[in-house]
């Protein structure tokens, strides 16, 4: 069946640990795509109280990782990679599960 937003909750990770803050991908010719990957970047950034790094959208082609998850589903798909667990600094001001679920929640109630 077809959704109004598909979102794949992503653990960035990185070889070098000062890699660090928060990615939005979506298909490159999805405009609903990209206008949720702008509105959960803008979430991330504004409302959160947690100020990590907003390494921008970044459109996905074919070959690019994460293509299919985006491509292939019927509904406009983001991918959001909050942040690097492989950072720590990353990772502190994340903090909890609980604290990454509110971000989420904050996001989805900012579609509603």
Same mark, same amino acid.
């Given at each position: ?30 405009? $609903?795509?990209?206008? $949720? $990957? ?10 959160t109280g947690i100020p990590l790094r907003n390494n921008g959208l970044k459109p996905l082609t074919k070959g690019d990782r994460g293509f299919a998850s ?43």
């Amino acid at each position: 069946s077809d959704f109004d937003l598909v979102i794949e909750l992503h653990f960035n990770s990185f070889s070098n640990p000062s890699a660090n803050g928060c990615e939005t991908l979506f298909y490159y010719k999805s405009a $609903a795509g990209k206008l $949720a $990957a702008e509105k959960f970047s803008q979430k991330v950034n504004e409302c959160t109280g947690i100020p990590l790094r907003n390494n921008g959208l970044k459109p996905l082609t074919k070959g690019d990782r994460g293509f299919a998850s985006v491509y292939y589903t019927k509904s406009p798909t983001i991918l959001i990679e909050p942040f690097f667990g492989s950072n720590e600094e990353d990772c502190k001001m994340i903090g909890s599960v609980e604290n990454m679920a509110q971000i989420i929640t904050d996001f989805l109630n900012l579609l509603s």
